[in-house]
């Protein structure tokens, strides 16, 4: 007899998992799968282009770009080089709207 | 029923800043990336032409501002942006298009004035004669469709082939 087919039974780890969702993972799933998160992203992005935002991240890593040199350069070093300035400098008004539509999807989806 | 309500707020305001904060930072990555894909690729032009014009304008800035350099006292010996010096009458020579004169560069433009002032009223005069043959609205004589230049100065022969510095003036107003 081949010892393979004694083999011990499959674990079932799906059940186990769904049940350590924390409720920011289910909202999160929630948000994918509406598409809600997509449009939140790209309302979030307009807003940040249109109030120079963007331009101003974008400047910022020329300007690092120039000094490190043009190969030089990682995402990850940009990354660190405009996240706090950009988490800083979002207008309260375009904070203010994100987060009240964040809310009402909150409301809206019984959490 | 209160104290339930208030809990979900600060829960709600506690997850919407966390939602808030992930979708900036991923808006961040996404525009690191991007300018790091710009500069990678070499796409940004004006990246090191900027570092060059900072420090040229830096140059020029001090040339002017130092004193030797003042640029009435010794016109002949003034120099440019590009460090090159240029006399005052440019001294290149070559040829005329209309006469077929050697010409030098800085005498160009007043003998152009004489030079196609004199070519254009001797075209003046050919014209003339092919236009009397086919001019249909002739009110009395073919120098009246010349009528600006007549009226623009006084006692202008436009036929006589006389230049009079009047003359050149209207033509150089109007024939273009």
């Known amino acids: ?19 350590d969702l924390t409720l920011q993972e289910i909202i999160n799933i929630k948000l994918i799968e509406s598409g809600e998160k997509e449009r939140l992203k790209e309302l979030l992005r307009e807003r940040l282009i249109e109030c120079g935002w963007t331009d101003e991240m974008k400047a910022l ?8 040199g043009r190969n030089n350069v990682t995402v990850d070093d940009l990354v660190h080089v405009i996240t706090p300035k950009g988490r800083a400098s979002v207008p309260d008004s375009v904070k203010a709207e994100l987060l009240q539509r964040i809310r009402s999807f909150l409301v809206s989806a019984a959490l | 029923m209160s104290a339930p309500n208030d809990d979900k707020g600060t829960s709600h305001s506690q997850l ?22 710009i500069a990678r690729l070499g796409l940004d032009r004006n990246l090191e032409d900027e570092e060059e014009e900072l420090r040229l304008s830096t140059q020029a800035r001090a040339r002017v501002a130092d004193p030797s350099n003042s640029g009435e006292a010794n016109s002949k010996y003034v120099v440019d942006i590009f ?24 005498r160009f433009a007043p003998h152009l004035e004489k030079c196609m002032g004199r070519g254009r009223k001797a075209r003046l005069k050919n014209t003339r004669s092919s236009t009397a043959a ?3 609205y002739t ?3 073919p120098i009246s469709a010349y009528s600006p230049y007549s009226n623009s100065a006084s006692g202008n022969r ?15 107003g109007f024939e273009d």
Not at chain 1, 9 to 19: G, N, S
Not at chain 2, 16 to 37: K, W
């Open chain 1, 1 to 19: 007899m081949r010892g393979s087919i004694n083999r011990p039974p499959t674990p079932d780890a799906e059940d186990d998992r769904e049940q």
């Open chain 1, 61 to 68: 890593c020329r300007a690092f770009t120039r000094k490190k």
């Open chain 2, 16 to 37: 919407s800043s966390q939602f808030y904060g992930d979708l900036l930072d991923s808006i961040i990555v996404d525009v690191a990336s991007e300018c790091h894909r």
């Open chain 2, 83 to 106: 460090g090159q010096t240029h006399p005052s009458v440019a001294s290149e020579i070559f040829e005329c298009m209309n006469c077929g004169r050697s010409i030098m560069a800085g």
């Open chain 2, 134 to 136: 086919q001019n249909r």
């Open chain 2, 139 to 141: 009110r009395g004589s």
């Open chain 2, 158 to 172: 436009v036929a006589n082939g006389t230049t009079a510095p009047n003359e050149e003036y209207g033509d150089g």
